[in-house]
């Protein structure tokens, strides 16, 4: 007889043991209708599970986000039955949800074509319409590696052979036929996905993420709750394509890649002069904060990093260099050591404190090939770090500095929508729970006077500290992780740091790693795709261009751009013997803010004629004054 106890505490009892379609039923038939699975007692289960004793137990639906993942997996496992069907001796491998969707990987000779994706989204309709049931079943682990072997799965033979032998092994039949291998929840039949999906694209994928490894297919897909919300995310998806930095990057001539340095930026004159303009506002933005700008070497002895504890954790990921004398250097994935190494150099008092210490630091990071992805995903990347050294007594008031901070340049950026997540300790960590106590409340203090929307993310802490991580939102619904605060409570004392306290005795500083765009590159890829290339024009790497209509006009027009020069406007002059409406097409691909053209009325009355990016209309203006009105234009916007 369980009591079953609803979200809202409502508690509802039943006769004998019951599950989740009995619990929606009794709750109301709308509900029983839009149940996808449930939660009991904090775990996800199928609808059809059986709860023998008292829980607490809701309902999940498609307005849940746990609801909407549900039917991305289902997806997928109807997606993979509908390859079978249509391509035998095709072998599956792993198929999970992502963000937006999902995808599963195929082992199959032929490429997938276009016109077979289609084929497949047919196949899926088909079998959806006929609202094939799903069920599960636990099966022993050396039954389910030689049924698999014996059907000629042994990819997925080979994933069974991996899991710890005390794991439980579900298999989940959809039909009577196809079943897979999955830990689930799946809903209760296939007819509960509905037809909001569609499969978008086909990419090769190495077996378990390995370049060693043989390439398989992925199949990637989205599915959603309702057709509206499936039609609106299509739309997001062309718009993104619209706004790839790596095809602006191109148009506005600004930086390239090349195979024989992966994951490395060649900038190009207009893109190294976005790249500094950001560090020239941040650098005074980070000044009027009191910090204390420093650089550290990118080489550093392998002895340091093992001492730090970032040799074994991080190891995998580091460029190493042994040297004629028998020593190993890394190059930093990180600053975090190097500036500790800083602060060490000479006795450092209470009075010191809180020591703001800032660097734009190259770091490198091994990624694997198969993730790189413009300046979003790189080897190589200069991070806006800072380390703040202080008190516990100053953790408070030094994270809601740190977090204001944010913000502001958030704010300045044009990023309006901002939310924040909070990791709070693990259960494998270094440090008294004390100071675990007031480094969490000192970081949810700071996120509270933000008024900000927040998720916490439990146990999610690093070993050495809880952390906040800053998400924006852009022009077109798309999160961004980007800034980072965290409190750390090992390192500082790993490397030796100290500071005289007012008693006289020695103490280890509390350290808080900041970053506020992350990485510049992927920033700079976030904020030409945030504003389609049309940045703001402060920031703008091209600002003004001067195009003279004929041959006879290019004297002006030379006045006319050292005038802008002088008053440290980013411009060019176009004297190519081109139509003025090619050049004026060409700059506006190029996302130039203003077009300055001149002919003979403005050499005449020593005025231009200025035209703005995404207008139609021009505005002629005394020389003289247009200067003043676009000069006013370049001031960062620091208050």
Request: charged fraction near 30%.
């Amino acid at each position: 007889m369980p009591n079953i106890t609803l979200p809202d505490g409502k508690k509802l009892k039943f006769e004998k043991q019951t599950n989740g379609l009995g619990i929606a039923e009794k709750i109301s038939k709308s509900l029983s209708r839009d149940a996808l699975i449930m939660e009991v007692n904090g775990e996800l289960k199928d609808l059809y599970f059986e709860i023998k004793k008292d829980s607490s137990v809701k309902i999940i639906t498609s307005k849940d986000k746990e609801g909407l993942e549900v039917l991305r997996h289902d997806a997928a496992h109807i997606m993979a039955m509908s390859v079978q069907e249509l391509f035998p001796g095709t072998q599956v491998t792993i198929g999970p949800v992502i963000e937006n969707g999902f995808y599963y990987d195929f082992a199959r000779k032929q490429p997938f074509t276009n016109e077979d994706l289609k084929k497949i989204e047919n196949k899926m309709s088909e079998i959806i319409d006929r609202n094939i049931k799903t069920r599960r079943e636990v099966w022993s682990r050396e039954v389910a590696i030689k049924h698999f072997k014996e059907i000629g799965e042994n990819y997925k033979a080979e994933i069974i052979e991996s899991i710890p032998k005390a794991e439980e092994l579900s298999i989940y039949h959809h039909g009577e036929t196809w079943h897979d291998l999955c830990r689930g929840p799946h809903l209760t039949s296939s007819g509960k996905i509905g037809k909001a999906f569609k499969l978008t694209k086909v990419s090769g994928a190495y077996w378990r993420g390995n370049s060693d490894n043989e390439m398989l297919q992925r199949i990637y897909g989205t599915c959603w709750a309702t057709k509206k919300d499936l039609e609106e995310y299509l739309s997001r998806l062309e718009e993104a394509e619209k706004r790839d930095h790596r095809k602006l990057g191109k148009e506005m001539d600004l930086f390239h890649f090349r195979e024989e340095s992966p994951g490395s930026v060649f900038w190009h004159e207009k893109g190294w002069n976005l790249f500094q303009r950001l560090i020239e506002y941040m650098r005074l933005k980070q000044r009027n904060a009191g910090y204390k700008e420093i650089n550290t070497p990118e080489l550093l002895d392998k002895s340091l990093w093992e001492k730090s504890g970032h040799w074994d954790k991080f190891g995998e990921l580091m460029f190493t260099s042994e040297t004629p004398d028998e020593k190993t250097f890394a190059i930093k994935p990180m600053n975090c050591p190097g500036c500790i190494q800083v602060f060490n150099q000479g006795l450092k008092s209470y009075r010191d404190l809180p020591l703001k210490l800032s660097e734009f630091g190259k770091v490198h990071r091994y990624e694997p090939s198969g993730s790189l992805h413009g300046l979003l995903r790189v080897r190589a990347f200069t991070q806006d770090d800072a380390h703040i050294f202080c008190t516990e007594s100053q953790i408070t008031e030094e994270c809601t500095n740190v977090t204001k901070l944010i913000l502001d340049i958030y704010k300045d950026l044009g990023f309006k929508k901002v939310f924040l997540k909070y990791s709070d300790r693990p259960a494998k960590r270094v440090g008294d729970d004390s100071i675990w106590d007031k480094s969490e409340s000192a970081l949810l203090a700071a996120i509270k006077k933000t008024k900000l929307d927040y998720t916490i993310n439990k146990g999610e802490g690093a070993f050495y500290g809880p952390k906040i991580e800053f998400v924006l939102r852009d022009a077109i619904g798309r999160d961004w992780q980007c800034g980072t605060l965290q409190v750390d409570l090992n390192l500082p004392k790993r490397l030796g740091a100290t500071f005289i306290d007012k008693d006289g005795s020695k103490k280890t500083p509390v350290m808080l790693h900041r970053a506020l765009f992350g990485s510049l590159e992927r920033f700079i890829g976030i904020l030409i795709e945030n504003y389609a290339g049309k940045l703001p024009f402060w920031l703008s790497p091209s600002q003004l261009v001067v195009l003279p209509i004929a041959e006879e006009h290019n004297e002006y027009a030379k006045k006319i751009f050292e005038e802008f020069f002088k008053e440290g406007i980013k411009c060019e002059v176009d004297l190519r013997n081109q139509k003025i409406n090619y050049k004026i097409r060409e700059h506006s691909l190029a996302k130039v803010p203003l077009i300055i053209v001149c002919g003979k009325k403005e050499v005449s009355e020593k005025s231009v004629t200025i035209r703005k990016l995404g207008s139609e209309k021009q505005e002629t203006l005394k020389l003289s004054s247009a200067l003043k009105s676009i000069k006013s234009l370049n001031n960062l916007p620091i208050k």
